[in-house]
């Protein structure tokens, strides 16, 4: 699976953006998706779950109620709606593939870089 994150961008805190995380290659229906993203000079972070049928999802503390994370499987794509954005949600974000047989976030996209200024 390749996946293509792109959406990413400068905005004001208290500003919106919506990432879009595309994938070739496979269906993404047979995996649960995931958004991370990693500050500079910082630990990569869980940010948002979502599982496969889209019915199940699970957030960060740090963005719940800010963040809504979303699936459209006919096309292939996963989203995560940012809203109230705050300084300290500036990083690069990476969506990634999780294999149900493993648990394990085995395919990662390259990231978008997010910067919210103050």
């Known amino acids: 699976v390749q996946l293509q994150a792109s959406g990413g961008g400068l905005v004001q805190a208290g500003g919106s953006l919506r990432l879009s995380c595309v994938g070739s290659?496979?269906?993404?229906?047979?995996?649960?998706m995931g958004w991370f993203r990693q500050a500079p000079g910082k630990e990569r972070e869980f940010v948002a779950h979502?599982?496969?049928?889209?019915?199940?999802?699970d957030y960060a503390d740090s963005v719940k109620g800010r963040f809504t994370i979303s699936r459209d499987n006919a096309k292939n794509t996963v989203y995560l709606e940012m809203n109230s954005l705050k300084p300290e949600d500036t990083a690069v974000y990476h969506c990634?593939?999780?294999?149900?047989?493993?648990?394990?976030?085995?395919?990662w996209g390259q990231g978008t870089l997010v910067t919210v200024s103050s």
């Open positions: 990634a593939a999780k294999t149900i047989l493993t648990g394990e976030y085995l395919y």
């Open positions: 290659g496979r269906t993404l229906r047979n995996y649960h």
């Open positions: 979502i599982d496969r049928g889209g019915s199940g999802t």
